[in-house]
């Protein structure tokens, strides 16, 4: 079974704090992507890549970059957090880049910014 | 861009009765895959069922079916014979060719006893 790992399940950071969110897969997944869920909003997506070093913004990267520095690992940065991105977290990877490969996520991070 | 909409913000069942979540698509690309994820109050997504665009037939993974209607850019799950554990969040998702999925923003399902 593949297994996507996210670092933290609880996080409170003040506004202003630099928050590093990380995310590591274990089957060599080609994929990789960072969701927030947010209530009566879905999943909205923020960044994924689809290999090492390479990034692609989704539909809300601002206020967030990430970094793709190993195939494994795949890491979500708030430059400066702010209250207005307290929300859960979501990480995921897929196999292929191709449109019948399902996503499989980490249990989320649910980050608190004070 | 694609959009998703789910219209249904929370749904009830009874038990062992059938349940249709709804899901329209919105999108230009001529090949594109439809998914269902559930998600339960302990919070993992659970990926459920899939549906090619190109596909004849609709989709079915044990208690779960996908009805497909291409035309209508429809997909909605129905799930027969509920259960007590099929209470949870459900999301329809959209994947393009490049696999970057966009998800609606969920109906919640209660099945009563």
């Known amino acids: 079974d593949v297994k996507v790992t996210q670092s933290s399940r609880y996080l409170v950071k003040r506004t202003g704090e630099k928050v590093f969110l990380e995310c590591v897969q274990d089957m060599d997944h080609e994929n990789m992507f960072w969701y927030r869920q947010d209530p009566g909003l879905g999943l909205r997506l923020i960044y994924f890549s689809y290999d090492v070093k390479m990034k692609e913004k989704g539909d809300i990267p601002e206020g967030y970059s990430v970094s793709r520095e190993k195939k494994e690992r795949f890491s979500l940065i708030l430059e400066s957090a702010s209250t207005n991105q307290t929300s859960m977290y979501l990480c995921?990877?897929?196999?292929?880049?191709?449109?019948?490969?399902?996503?499989?996520f980490g249990n989320g991070t649910r980050l608190t910014v004070t | 861009a694609q959009k998703i909409t789910q219209t249904q913000p929370g749904m009830f069942v009874q038990e062992k009765e059938a349940v249709t979540l709804d899901c329209t698509y919105d999108t230009s690309d001529p090949s594109y895959g439809l998914f269902w994820y559930k998600q339960p109050s302990s919070g993992e997504m659970i990926f459920l069922i899939y549906?090619?665009?190109?596909?004849?037939q609709n989709a079915t993974e044990g208690r779960y079916s996908l009805n497909f209607q291409k035309a209508r850019k429809s997909a909605n799950l129905v799930i027969s014979a509920s259960q007590l554990g099929d209470s949870a969040m459900y999301f329809c998702a959209m994947s393009p060719e490049g696999n970057d999925m966009r998800f609606g923003a969920g109906t919640r399902l209660t099945v009563k006893p």
């Open positions: 995921a990877s897929s196999l292929r880049t191709d449109n019948n490969s399902p996503l499989h």
């Open positions: 549906q090619g665009s190109y596909d004849q």
